[in-house]
């Protein structure tokens, strides 16, 4: 085989270098310690985002609860407000420990951002955040609107043609795509969706059906921004949503981890010493995770562990933190194909903002093989009666990668004694279309040989 220069270096200098990585090219599963984590209070001064423009980005949604209220129905968005459930799901616990042999040593809850309002996948934290504080920012400069005032205007035909003069474009493998195209075309932007090959068809259509424009690229997600980026610094009226390097999806994210610390306190459930809170994060480039994990850390710093799960076809963060290279390398650097199930993850370079904020924060990372996803989507399906997109069950796979192959957090779930709280992040699905559910459904059960 040839050998590569990647980011300055030969590939077979990079793998001598990094042995796991020899297994993450033949994309075989792996879980990695990250040796950059710190103990918080070492880091925590020089964390470039305080709690207070946490605090700020979620007052902000806040604002645009009259917005929401008005905008959509009840049905549609509860309360006005952006906030998914806390399930505990003790029958996939057992479902799980039967079939991989394990131990939870502690219970398993499920944050349900699939139930997300409107966009049905964690991405309507990030990538409605974005565009409101954007949609925000242009009311007040123009006179229109203060933060004191009622937001119920911006769902008004005043705003609307004031936003139509103004547009919005993104690149995205699908669930971006659907979270800014209905919440731009909502307030009255004009939005462009750049979407990737991955994008599956019903979330072009659902787009169309909203009035958004979406414009399909034989390509990858890297691609897909690309030409999003090009297209929009034409035009100075246009917005670009870029989810490659957004610090502002990042802290729309990040609000998630107050909602959790409530709902965490609302179920009695501790977190301390001895009760480590851990959760697994589905990892695409990284805002999500990377959001979710900074909040987390503000709040309950060293008694939160946060690991992020890949697909073996598409390890972005991995490469990226593994080789301290962050966005300067991408998976098909190093041959993988970036070709995977998991449309919601199948990126191949990380965001040039998520590894950075979350290097010293970061547990862990594992890769899951696609099989194993839908097997998980057939047990959590069969056992609780909720259905995934194939995405969100990456999170499901990690105490059973941590139990098995962890080092430090396998000693710290082990002195636990039974008390450690697992959350699995489950980042999208209640959208997906019935005949699609089932097929996803039928796949893991002929997978499990059922
Ligand atoms: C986008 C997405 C993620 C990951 O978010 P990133 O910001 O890309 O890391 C996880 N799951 C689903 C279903 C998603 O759509």
Redesign the pocket.
């Known amino acids: 085989m040839m050998d590569r220069m990647i980011a300055g270096k030969l590939e077979s200098k990079w793998l001598e270098e990094y042995p796991l990585l020899k297994k993450v090219v033949q994309t075989e599963e792996v879980y990695w310690e990250n040796p950059s984590w710190r103990p918080y209070q070492t880091v925590a001064d020089a964390l470039p985002i305080k709690q207070g423009e946490i605090d700020e980005a979620a007052a902000l949604f806040q604002r645009f609860i009259p917005f929401f209220t008005e905008a959509f129905s009840e049905a549609e968005l509860p309360g006005g407000k952006i906030i998914s459930p806390l399930k505990g799901i003790s029958e996939m616990k057992k479902e799980l420990e039967a079939f991989y042999g394990m131990d939870f040593n502690g219970d398993l809850w499920l944050k349900c951002d699939n139930e997300l309002p409107v966009a049905g996948?964690?991405?309507a934290r990030g990538g409605f955040y974005e565009i409101l504080q954007h949609a925000e920012k242009l009311a007040i400069d123009h006179g229109m609107i203060e933060k004191d005032g009622n937001y119920a205007a911006f769902h008004s035909e005043k705003f609307q043609s004031f936003f139509a003069k103004y547009s919005i474009a993104v690149g995205s493998t699908g669930?971006?795509g659907l979270s800014i195209g209905i919440i731009s075309a909502k307030l009255g932007f004009r939005v462009t969706v750049h979407m990737s090959r991955d994008a599956k068809d019903w979330k072009k259509e659902k787009l169309r059906s909203y009035g958004v424009q979406v414009v399909e690229h034989p390509a990858d997600f890297s691609v897909a921004v690309e030409k999003g980026r090009e297209e929009c610094a034409a035009d100075p009226a246009c917005y670009f949503v870029d989810d490659e390097d957004s610090k502002a999806l990042f802290l729309g994210y990040s609000v998630a981890a107050r909602e959790l610390e409530k709902q965490l306190k609302e179920n009695n459930i501790q977190v301390d010493e001895q009760h480590p809170l851990i959760v697994y994060l589905?990892?695409?480039?990284?805002?999500?995770?990377g959001g979710v994990t900074y909040g987390l850390k503000q709040i309950f710093g060293d008694h939160a562990h946060c690991i992020f799960a890949e697909p073996t076809h598409s390890p972005a963060m991995l490469v990226g933190m593994m080789t301290g290279m962050h966005d300067k390398v991408s998976v098909q650097d190093f041959g993988i194909d970036n070709l995977t199930a998991a449309d919601?993850?199948a990126?191949g370079r990380p965001s040039g903002f998520a590894g950075p904020m979350v290097e010293h924060l970061l547990s862990a990372i594992y890769t899951i093989g696609d099989d194993e996803l839908y097997k998980l989507l057939y047990l959590l399906n069969r056992s609780e009666g909720i259905t995934l997109?194939p995405?969100?069950l990456a999170g499901m796979y990690g105490p059973y990668q941590l139990t098995g192959n962890g080092q430090k957090l396998k000693e710290t779930l082990r002195k636990s004694n039974g008390r450690a709280t697992h959350v699995v992040w489950a980042?999208?699905g209640r959208l997906v279309p019935e005949q699609e559910a089932k097929q996803f459904i039928a796949e893991g059960k002929r997978l499990m040989n059922e």
Do not use: D, H
């Open positions: 996948s964690i991405k669930n971006l589905p990892c695409g480039v990284g805002g999500g995770p919601g993850l990126v997109e995405s969100a980042t999208g």
